[in-house]
């Protein structure tokens, strides 16, 4: 079965830090784009981050920047996410994704992928 399974949500204080996991089964990750995309309640999907098969390429939403960084670990068959200095506003559920294509290209945030995890949750509040 082919499967993508996000891992690392909960419960954190603003200003603290969390990094989500984005966990391959039953295919390797070598050949895809891996996407994060978020949706809190109310809200529209949102694209996060991407990042190309061989990690040179990567991409963040422009109010990212400097506080999520993406990285894989082909080895492992994994792609992190790392959010830093988080908001209550950076409350969503999470979502890994995954593409067949080399590389994310500038319309990421739009593109179809082949296969999608079940999403964690991560909430930030005092």
């Known amino acids: 079965q082919l499967q993508l399974v996000e891992s690392g949500g909960g419960l954190v204080q603003p200003g603290g830090s969390l990094r989500l996991s984005c966990a391959a089964s039953?295919?390797?990750?070598?050949?895809?784009?891996i996407a994060w995309f978020r949706q809190a309640p109310g809200k529209e999907r949102e694209g996060v981050s991407c990042?190309?098969?061989?990690?040179?390429?990567?991409y963040y939403a422009d109010s990212l920047k400097g506080r999520f960084t993406i990285s894989r670990d082909n080895a492992k068959n994994t792609v992190y996410l790392q959010m830093n200095s988080l908001k209550p506003e950076d409350t969503a559920i999470y979502y890994c994704?995954?593409?067949?294509?080399?590389?994310?290209?500038?319309?990421?945030?739009?593109?179809?992928?082949?296969?999608w995890g079940q999403g964690t949750q991560v909430t930030v509040s005092s």
């Open positions: 990042i190309s098969r061989s990690s040179r390429g990567t």
């Open positions: 994704a995954a593409d067949a294509r080399p590389s994310c290209g500038s319309t990421w945030m739009g593109a179809s992928y082949d296969y």
């Open positions: 039953g295919f390797t990750l070598d050949y895809y784009v």
